[in-house]
């Protein structure tokens, strides 16, 4: 019973990381077909930045700022100088995202070196908290409160805002915003720098209950993706969806059958695949 | 009629003068060359099983290195811990990377472009990582050692070229047959409309996994030759970065074309070889290179010449920018009944 408690509130924390990572991947992909393959990247690197400012100021909120907003801001020139010219040729994109995420890693390599590092969580949120007959890390119900809150926050972004709608609608049907006069171009730079500061901002969140080490860009990246192809591409439900039952699989996985753990994220893959390709949220791309 | 057939002379001529080349090569090339040719060859075998799938269907493969893995775990586990010899190892790791394109085929064949890439490389890295987490089948990230290659090939470097080289010449041969055929023509007829071809009445999803089985299958000769080579399987070489090695060969010779896919790795094998014994941050110049490519010179240098007629990366990437090719469409899915 305690394990199973341990396992669940690990996949609902794991969920939480999850959806920051893979909201903005879901996204950029509904608007403009494009699969972003540095996302993975674009965490880890948030990570260390964290790290770097936390080891500088000691100020952990200020860290995971500043890790969003330079990870914004390398999202923003990522796009201007390297997407923006392939906007109609997505696989051109995906294999350009795909070659920085391999350069960036190396580059952090070169910057922080390969030794696994821990990012130090302020006293006051990580006193443990005793839930379901377990002694559970107060840090990681942190996390998932600040999930719920950047989920909601993203929801009413989506829903009230012009440029929110403007996404929502870019999504649905591209062709018809762009021959509304909207640029549906520039609002996919918008998309790509808001996705960019949720994975940075995630980086140093998960790098605060794990290690900032390297190979954490690849793995990420793939649980994003997994998420992402669960949830249906596109649909912002869809990566709530996606991220609670990533993470509730893997956890429940690595708990039960730890050497595995890896293999059974696979498990739903398979099945949403074979059984509703486009995903559970996803609409019927066309 | 004259100057045409002048023209075949001269092409058999030059056959005749490379296959000259390569068969004197063992006894004029210094032994770091050698070895240089035993690897372009063994990753020749892999980046053509990338191109024929690329290049004949569209579909750009993330799991190369899976099936790279399956294959080369296998004769190194069979050899390693269990001492089966020679002739069965290999053959049940073929074996085994066939069984598993088909599995994994009927889910990655459902979709298509950019989908596709996303999904293999999904299988891709679930397969590293559990090369690593799988610490009691595959000893983790130090691998199996002590791989001995046959009888025949143990420790002569020109045994282990010429039988290289007649398995890579068959390969050439077999694809070449096969890119020719009706089957050939199929898959191109595929990746230029696939819905026509369903409406012709073809079993459009299983002429594709076939493509898919013949990639997986080229791909694991390659990686037996691999692991007999270095002696040694380690999660290294089935690595996302290992993956992109091969797709940079094939794009960078130009994707579709078997003489692409050779030069390719020529000139990736090279460079890798070079680059490793001058600096760490080989990573960082492929991952350049890549970019450089991609953004600059799609269609690879083959492509890039214009000259030879080949089916370029530009038809691959139109076919993904319509979006309706993107997914498992109704169409589709009564294809394969």
Known sequence: MFLFSLAFLNGLTLGALLFLVASGLTLSFGLMRIVNLNHGAFYLTGGYIGLSFLKATGNWPLSVLAAGLIIALLAFFEDQFLLKRFREQPLIVTLITLSIAIIIADLDLVIWGGKPQLLDVPEIINSPVSLFGVMYPGYRLFILILAIIICIALWIFLKKTKVGITIRAGIDNSEMVNALGINVEKIFTYVFVISGFLAGIAGVIGGSFSMVAPGQDWSMLTFALVTVIIGGMGSFAGSILGSLITGMTFSYASAYIPELSNLFIFLPVAIIIAARGRGLLGKELQ | ?337
């Open chain 2, 1 to 337: 009629m004259n100057q045409q057939h002048a023209i075949l002379s001269y092409r058999y001529l030059l056959i005749a003068g490379v296959i000259l080349v390569l068969i004197s090569f063992p006894w004029w090339a210094p032994l770091f060359y050698l070895n240089l040719a035993i690897r372009i060859l063994f990753f020749g075998i892999v980046v053509m099983g990338f191109s024929f799938l690329g290049g004949q269907l569209g579909l750009l493969s993330l799991m190369q290195s899976f099936f790279f893995g399956i294959a080369g775990y296998t004769v190194a586990i069979l050899q390693v811990r269990y001492g089966i010899l020679f002739p069965i190892p290999p053959l049940i790791g073929l074996f085994a990377a066939i069984l598993l394109a088909i599995f994994f085929g009927f889910f990655v064949l459902r979709t298509q472009g950019v989908y596709f890439l996303m999904l293999t490389m999904v299988i891709g890295q679930i397969g590293w990582v559990l090369s690593l987490q799988l610490t009691s089948i595959t000893h983790g990230t130090t691998g199996i050692i002590g791989v001995n290659a046959p009888e025949i090939l143990h420790g002569s470097q020109i045994a282990f070229y010429f039988v290289q080289l007649v398995i890579f010449l068959i390969c050439i041969g077999f694809l070449f047959k096969v890119m020719r055929s009706p089957f050939g023509l199929f898959l191109r007829g595929i990746r230029e409309s696939e819905s026509r071809m369903i409406m012709l009445g073809y079993p459009v999803f299983f002429i594709k996994l076939a493509a898919f089985v013949l990639s997986a299958a080229l791909t694991a000769i390659g990686a037996i030759f691999y692991v007999y080579f270095y002696g040694v399987m380690n999660p290294d070489a089935i690595s996302l970065a290992a993956n992109v090695n091969i797709m940079l060969a094939s794009i960078l010779g130009g994707m579709g074309s078997l003489f692409g896919a050779i030069l390719g790795s020529f000139i990736v094998k090279t460079l890798n070889m070079s680059l490793s014994a001058i600096t760490a941050r080989y990573m960082l110049v492929t991952g350049i290179l890549f970019l450089v490519v991609i953004m600059f010179f799609p269609n690879g240098i083959i492509g890039g010449l214009g000259e030879v007629k080949i089916s370029s990366f530009r038809t691959i990437w139109q076919r993904v920018t319509q979006r309706e090719t993107f997914q498992i469409s109704k169409k589709q899915k009564d294809g394969y009944k």
